[in-house]
């Protein structure tokens, strides 16, 4: 089965980490990584400092950015005063709204626009419900699952410049090295505001969702040391994982040219796709497209990708429940969904 529904990842890994993997010496397992007499969290959170630019006081590790993103929610919504209140985009990431549920928090949503063929945030109507609702915890996932669409480092900052400072800005960044290999935005961001945490995995651009590895970026100040005591493991975290995390960051030139083939996929289903009556295809920053298909199809392109022993996810939410979003996987992959989408289209 080839499983274009999860986002998950269709390429080999880089050379740097297969060889890092077979070649882990089994004998550091003797030792936690917690670099005791400097005081730093791992060798992990020291080479994300070195790499971002950042103080790793400032920075967090966790399991996937999913364990990051938890923790934010957890802490902050029952810390003495949270009003207990998450605002989270309209269409977006089931689990955010489940982790705040988990210590009784509040989700309400922020609208997310159409517009041709993408989605943005209404940032004036986001900043009136801002102030509104005061909510302890605004999220902001960019690139956004399942829309694909993501915010550029100076609509990030606008966005900072409209919230309230009691408001901790999560800023799930999941998908982000799809945009772009800049991260000086980042550096900026934690260094001028002390209401900010962003979370980043290696599950996605560096393929790696197995080995369950997170990490993340906090601004300065006295709340944001109080979630980093709380976030992070005091004796490190796996040795073995923190070494094959740190070969994936050092393979970027393996990991663009699966990018490269990601964007030709884009740009040919929306060549080819995005011209059928009924269809439509919005553009993406992540490893996913989202493409809008005539509902009275659906079943047929169910059994059609069945039939190819191929999984897409259709969508069911309200206001997305005549799309798919297909994961962008190798070419060969790529060209037999799009092929089958035709044949379907053209019947």
């Not at 020291?46 to 993103?69: M, N, P």
């Not at 920053?285 to 897409?312: C, G, M």
Request: include cysteine; aromatic fraction near 12%.
């Amino acid at each position: 089965m080839n499983y274009l529904d999860r986002n998950e990842f269709n390429f080999k890994p880089s050379q740097l980490v297969v060889d890092t993997i077979k070649n882990f010496d089994l004998s550091k397992f003797a030792f936690y990584t917690r670099i005791y007499d400097q005081g730093k969290k791992s060798i992990f959170s020291v080479f994300l400092s070195e790499q971002f630019q950042i103080d790793e006081q400032q920075v967090l590790l966790g399991y996937g950015a999913e364990d990051l993103l938890k923790k934010a929610v957890h802490f902050f919504l029952t810390e003495e005063g949270s009003n207990r209140i998450m605002m989270i985009p309209k269409f977006s990431w089931w689990y955010y709204a489940n982790i705040a549920a988990e210590v009784n928090g509040k989700t309400l949503q922020y609208n997310v626009i159409e517009t041709d063929d993408t989605f943005k945030y209404d940032f004036d109507a986001l900043e009136r419900q801002v102030n509104e609702v005061r909510p302890k915890v605004l999220l902001v996932a960019t690139p956004n699952n399942p829309t694909g669409n993501g915010l550029t480092p100076t609509e990030l900052e606008h966005l900072c410049d409209i919230v309230p400072k009691e408001t901790v800005i999560l800023v799930d960044e999941a998908y982000a090295s799809y945009v772009t290999s800049d991260t000086l935005y980042i550096k900026h961001l934690v260094e001028t505001r002390s209401n900010i945490v962003f979370c980043r995995t290696l599950s996605k651009f560096y393929g790696l969702p197995g080995l369950r590895l997170g990490f993340g970026f906090i601004g300065k100040g006295d709340e944001m040391e109080r979630f980093a005591k709380y976030a992070n493991m005091y004796l490190g975290y796996d040795r073995l994982s923190e070494e094959v995390g740190i070969a994936a960051l050092k393979s970027s030139d393996h990991y663009r040219e699966i990018a490269r083939v990601m964007q030709e996929a884009r740009d040919m289903y929306t060549k080819e796709i995005g011209k059928l009556k009924g269809f439509k295809v919005y553009k993406s920053v992540a490893n996913f497209i989202l493409i809008k298909y005539p509902i009275h199809l659906k079943e047929k392109l169910q059994q059609a990708f069945a039939d190819e022993d191929y999984k897409v996810k259709f969508m069911n939410e309200p206001d997305l429940n005549t799309h798919m979003r297909i994961t962008l996987g190798r070419a060969e992959q790529n060209r037999t969904i799009c092929d089958t989408i035709l044949r379907i289209a053209h019947q």
